[in-house]
């Protein structure tokens, strides 16, 4: 007769095997009968992380801690959360301890420190670090590190290293992209433009995981696009509001790479406004509604329970995020876009700040940029970004006005060239006065966990402006179209500006 397994055996067994759904379940079955199981409890925080449940892994994670706050892998779990919320000093205080000791956790401790030091771009105890060694330099992660300490003092010489992480097949292909990327931004960094672009499409070929065809990705889109405009056409609201209606949250909606950081960096430095990254709350949103069979096109089908209790998880994990002191918050999540249909149901009261980049800037960062593969399927394509930016721009217009969201219009460049004007008119669709902090995002103590990171350090300033012209080559007459609305956008929002100002004067 077989001998039955141990439920942590079990646990284990399944995370080992990437059966999240299954392992969540035998730690909850477990957690029913022994409710301070710190196995069960680190299980399925484990499990849910797995899933990109992160909303649901803290539930368990805290608990665990609490009940075994020396556990390695539980404050390795608790510091890789921490730096992807943006907690940085928080996740490094974690990161260091266990990645100086001799445990079973200090390897993968110390890659996510030099990782985390080369992103908030403490050079100095990276170098110090990369140079002590030590048994991480046997991983194969190990030489994407050492190649950006090199680049450090010899850029040719990173570049070099670089290139040739991104050709070893042997490599993760994770960390071969990440290479290859770098060497992308080393390139352009030294004027080295074709180089530049060359190296960011050979990235691509070689690292692309595509989990779906430009095609599967649009096609969801243009099907909410056309319910969108069908309403309008009827005069009819086809998301009304299911849950109840909340206060303090601003959305951003906005294509990354298009100055998001910039912005939030700035309104993160009002004393009323707490910015919470990109918080995972819409996906989990999306998720649970996706989960019904009912969503999108029988939105009144779905029961109201099922809305309020999206919408408690959504303020549960926010609620970790914000300070205390501020009744606002700032979610930077780059879904919103697609979703306003569940911000209108779930969050009813919610006002979007939206932003539009010149599509050639836009496009240029997005290609020359690092994205995790199979996310951003569409940005390794200069055609595909094009077509997604024309369609992104439609649908958020015709999605703001149809379900009335309250909102305000930005453009990059005008943020760039009159940041109090543009500021003071975000926060007087929150009803929050003017503070003079808010034009010094580089003061900002906060970390931008985003490929932006380093650029909001420095004082606002117009640098990346017209990058595309480095890149001209790259660039047909596909474009001429999506350039002329926007150039029309700008021109008219600097009518407005002009006019708000010329009607201050006559009131003055």
């Known amino acids: 007769m077989a001998q039955r397994e141990n439920p942590i055996d079990q646990i284990d067994r399944l995370l080992r095997v990437g059966d999240a759904p299954a392992a969540a379940a035998a730690a909850t079955a477990l957690l029913a009968k022994a409710p301070n199981s710190f196995p069960a409890r680190l299980g399925r925080a484990r499990a849910y992380l797995m899933a990109d449940r992160k909303i649901e892994a803290e539930r368990d994670l805290g608990p665990a801690l609490e009940l075994s706050p020396k556990d390695e892998l539980a404050n390795l779990l608790r510091a890789q959360l921490d730096l992807q919320y943006g907690k940085v000093d928080e996740g490094l205080a974690r990161l260091r301890p266990l990645a100086e000791g001799r445990g079973p956790c200090a390897v993968e ?10 992103a908030s771009g403490q050079r100095e105890e990276l170098c ?3 140079r002590h060694g030590g048994a991480w330099t046997k991983d194969p992660r190990a030489p994407l590190h050492i190649a950006r300490t090199q680049a450090i003092d010899d850029c040719e010489r990173g570049i070099d290293k670089m290139l040739a992480i991104l050709r070893e097949e042997t490599l993760p292909i994770d960390i071969r992209r990440r290479a290859g990327f770098e060497a992308a931004a080393l390139l352009d960094k030294a004027a080295r433009y074709r180089e530049a672009f060359a190296t960011a499409q050979e990235a691509h070929q070689r690292t692309g995981q595509k989990s779906e065809s430009l095609r599967e990705f649009l096609r969801p889109l243009e099907e909410q696009l056309q319910r969108l405009e069908q309403a309008r056409a009827r005069q009819e609201q086809p ?6 209606r909340v206060d303090g949250v601003a959305m951003m909606v906005a294509l990354p790479r298009s100055g998001t950081t910039l912005l939030e960096q700035m309104l993160d430095r009002h004393p009323q406004i707490s910015g ?3 918080y995972d709350g819409l996906r989990a949103i999306g998720h649970g509604l996706d989960a019904t069979g009912l969503w999108p096109r029988s939105p009144n089908a779905i029961a109201t329970a099922k809305y309020a209790e999206l919408q408690a998880l959504y303020f549960e994990g926010a609620s970790r995020l ?3 002191d501020a009744p606002w918050i ?7 876009w697609r979703a306003l249909p569940e911000i209108a149901t779930v969050l009813p009261g919610a006002v979007a700040i939206a932003v539009d980049r010149d599509p050639r800037d836009n496009a240029t960062s997005l290609f020359l940029s690092y994205f995790r593969a199979g996310t951003l399927v569409w940005s390794d394509d200069l055609d595909a970004i094009r077509q997604v930016i024309a369609l992104k721009r439609r649908m958020v217009q015709c999605a703001l006005d149809v379900l009335a969201i309250p909102h305000v219009h930005v453009m990059y460049e005008d943020l ?11 926060l007087e669709l929150m009803h929050l006065p003017m ?4 034009l010094n995002p580089e003061e900002n103590t906060r970390h931008a966990v985003t490929l932006s990171s380093q650029q909001v350090k420095r004082p606002i300033n117009r640098s990346s402006i017209g990058r595309w012209k480095n890149y001209e080559f790259a660039f047909d007459a596909r474009w001429d179209s999506v350039v002329a609305e926007h150039d029309a956008l700008l021109a008219a929002s600097r009518e407005d500006r002009l006019a708000t100002a010329t009607k201050a004067k006559l009131n003055a």
């Open 128 to 130: 110090q670090r990369v």
């Open 276 to 278: 919470i990254g990109e």
């Open 322 to 324: 914000r300070r205390s």
């Open 435 to 438: 503070d003079a902090r808010v």
């Open 239 to 244: 998301y009304k509001a299911r849950a109840p």
């Open 109 to 118: 401790a110390m890659l996510g420190l030099l990782d985390a030091l080369s």
């Open 416 to 426: 760039v060239e009159d940041p109090a004007y543009h500021a003071a008119r975000c």
């Open 330 to 336: 700032f979610d930077k999540v780059l879904r919103s």
